[in-house]
């Protein structure tokens, strides 16, 4: 009779177990907001005669100093902002949020993710759900890409995606 009781305590339904804390895939790591590329001399140089002969043909065209005067603004801008350095972000990401300098992003708003690699470093690049919302790009070591991917995979999809013209020509004026 012990026998018998024995086995009917024996049995447990199919309950999936409760998620252990311990359990969840979380990866951290710290990498630059952005790829920062060393424009020398020659390269302000560059900005500074494509904006003088870009603002004189815009002269010549229109007849008027407003146009001429606002590609110089535009020029300066773009200098100020190669002048500036990237900041060093502490990136997490785990089953249900990435967050990035301490914001939370939600993985279930994003449609897709892409892979971007440029050399030691490589971008993941987040595609969200809203229309108008800017995507978001992720930067890490290509020492972290599996782990990175691994936990991404499970709740966003992939997405092979070539660059856009506009980030082809980033890239090759090193902006």
């Known amino acids: 009779m012990k026998d ?3 086995d009917t305590f024996d049995y447990a339904p199919d309950i999936p177990a409760a998620p252990n804390p311990g359990d969840t ?8 907001e952005y790829i920062d ?6 390269w302000f ?8 002969l870009v603002a004189t043909a815009a002269y010549f065209m ?3 100093y407003f146009t001429p005067a606002t590609i110089g603004i535009v020029g300066i801008i773009v200098a100020i902002a190669a002048r500036h ?12 949020n990435l967050s990035i300098g301490g914001k ?22 987040l595609t969200p759900l809203k229309r108008l919302a800017a995507p978001i790009s992720v ?20 997405e092979d995606r070539d660059l856009d013209a506009v980030e082809r020509l980033s890239r090759r004026l090193h902006f």
């Open 4 to 6: 018998e009781e024995q």
């Open 25 to 32: 895939q979380a990866v951290s790591w710290q990498a630059s």
């Open 37 to 42: 590329h060393e424009q020398g001399a020659k």
């Open 45 to 52: 140089l560059g900005l500074i005669v494509v904006t003088a």
């Open 62 to 64: 229109t007849s008027s």
């Open 85 to 96: 350095t990237p900041r060093q972000l502490s990136y997490e990401l785990d089953t249900a």
């Open 104 to 125: 939370k992003y939600p993985l279930d708003s994003f449609r897709s993710f892409s892979i971007i690699e440029e050399g030691p470093v490589s971008s993941i690049e």
């Open 139 to 158: 930067f890490f070591e290509t020492t972290d890409q599996d782990k990175i991917v691994d936990v991404l995979e499970d709740r966003v999809p992939y």
